[in-house]
């Protein structure tokens, strides 16, 4: 890998890591109403899935689907979350919002 390409991808983890917060379910309900909310297992690193999302990595992304290691909320975990008022790290990648919980 280049020299500039490291440092790009370097600027890209860090501006990204710069920008994944906390936050509460609650907060989240209106991203998820609208279907824009993907859940990371804890196997997974957030800001490598957010990565792949900004740089349109299809099969990568596909992969962690298909694996259950990125997936779509469901009402009934949803629910959970919202009982809980669970806390999640989130970044947004227009026009999802990718979460993992907080451990």
């Known amino acids: 890998m280049s020299e500039s390409l490291q440092q790009s991808s370097q600027q ?9 917060a906390k936050i509460q379910w609650h907060e989240l ?3 998820y109403a609208a279907g824009n909310v993907m859940a990371v297992s804890g196997e997974v690193d957030l800001i490598e899935v957010a ?3 900004h740089q349109d990595q299809r099969v990568q992304v596909q992969s962690w689907l298909n694996r259950g290691m990125l997936f779509e909320v469901n009402d009934a975990q949803a629910k959970v979350w ?8 989130a970044v947004v990648i227009p026009p999802f919002v990718l979460i993992q919980e907080v451990s």
Not at 12 to 20: I, K, M, P
Not at 82 to 89: A, K, L
């Open 29 to 31: 309900q209106k991203h």
């Open 12 to 20: 890209l983890r860090d501006r990204l890591n710069g920008e994944t």
């Open 51 to 53: 990565i792949a999302f």
């Open 82 to 89: 919202f009982n809980n008022n669970q806390q999640h790290w």
